[in-house]
């Protein structure tokens, strides 16, 4: 069974800072997504990196995956309320047809 | 706009009560999952069917069991709940090439 280690579990700032959310493996994943769901919501994609060392940036959020494609990392920078919420990431491995998803960040960002 | 929808968003039922849990995906998905998500304990696959009578057992399958008589509908079926089944259930679909997978609102069971 494959897993994703997500870290921090939970994670409390105040407005303006900046942070770093982290997606663990010791499995190869041929691609890996990131979601995140808001409460009483289902989880909605916010982006999918495909290529070992990728960088991919969503107005203030950069995604990266590893290089050995076994990690991906969500850095948001001056995070604002509106992005509270559950962080989660996603792995696809060769022909399986589901994904496997990481435990998930809980992130409150305070006014 | 493309959507999974799920019939209810809040159940109460009874311990020892079959409850049904349906969804539905108008984006002609061949992938259906169903996954409970508890606190701390992230998104856990319960079952997943990749065609139509076809069914997988997920993670954690005890206890319930699956339903895939059109495509576009994929049931969840507790036959008789108990305590532990307190949770949000969440329904998915993805196409068989793989990509976005799509979530429904979820359903918050609770079991008295």
């Known amino acids: 069974t494959q897993l994703l280690e997500q870290s921090p579990q939970f994670l409390s700032i105040q407005e303006g800072e900046n942070l770093t959310v982290y997606c663990n493996s010791s499995?190869?994943?041929?691609?890996l997504q990131w979601y995140r769901q808001e409460p009483g919501e289902g989880p909605v994609l916010l982006v999918t990196?495909?290529?070992?060392?990728e960088v991919k940036k969503l107005k203030r959020l950069t995604f990266q995956f590893g290089d050995a494609r076994k990690d991906s990392s969500l850095h948001i920078t001056a995070a604002q309320p509106g992005d509270t919420g559950l962080y989660l990431c996603?792995?696809?491995?060769?022909?399986?047809?589901?994904?496997?998803f990481g435990s998930g960040t809980q992130l409150t960002v305070l006014p | 706009d493309v959507k999974v929808t799920q019939s209810s968003r809040y159940l109460v039922k009874r311990t020892g009560e079959k409850v049904f849990l349906e969804c539905v995906q108008d984006?002609?998905?061949?992938?259906m999952f169903w996954y409970r998500q508890d606190p701390g304990l992230g998104l856990r696959l319960i079952y997943f069917?990749?065609?139509?009578?076809?069914?997988e057992k997920g993670d954690i399958p005890e206890g319930y069991s699956v339903s895939r008589e059109k495509k576009e509908r994929f049931s969840l079926i507790l036959e008789s709940a108990s305590t532990n089944q307190t949770s949000m259930y969440l329904c998915?679909?993805?196409?068989?090439?793989?990509?976005?997978?799509?979530f429904g609102p979820g359903t918050r069971l609770t079991v008295l």
């Open positions: 998915a679909s993805r196409s068989e090439w793989g990509g976005e997978q799509f």
């Open positions: 499995s190869v994943f041929s691609s």
């Open positions: 990196v495909v290529t070992g060392g």
């Open positions: 996603a792995g696809e491995a060769g022909s399986a047809r589901q994904l496997t």
């Open positions: 984006m002609d998905h061949e992938n």
């Open positions: 069917s990749y065609d139509v009578k076809m069914k």
